[in-house]
């Protein structure tokens, strides 16, 4: 197989990569790829095709990557992923939960987590909100 064919493979893995994560460091490394597909495509030895990849790589780190992390988090905007965009949901006790302990537990869309409350004892089918996560422990407290 050609190199510019490895590249061009290389550059979409990378690509794909990055539509996986948010923090634009994987594209550049794609546009690098990209860059050493294109100097393989013209015949250039293999130490000139690394070099290209390391070079575009590094231009389009320094370049590309605050342009594009400006654009996409104007003004700092978070967009809450996770565990942590479960705080402020509402469930409902499935398990009695016994103040600080954290050994009830609550259904939160439709997923069952362990959970403790504020210091009150919150019995099985009372909804709840979620004011906390730590680790995998919910800290609730009644609607």
Known sequence: MESWILWTIVALLLFIT????TGFAVICLSIG???????????????MQLLTF???SVLAIACI???LKRTFFKGG????TNASAIIGKHGVVC???????????VIIDGIDWRAKSEGEKIPKGTRVVVTKIESVVLTIKKL
């Open 54 to 56: 390391a070079v575009i």
């Open 65 to 67: 990557r605050p342009v």
């Open 95 to 105: 398990s009695d939960v016994d103040g600080d302990d954290d050994t009830g537990r």
């Open 77 to 80: 905007e978070k967009v809450i």
């Open 33 to 47: 790829a990209g860059a050493a597909a294109i100097a393989a495509a013209c015949g250039v030895s293999l130490n």
């Open 18 to 21: 990055e539509l996986m994560t």
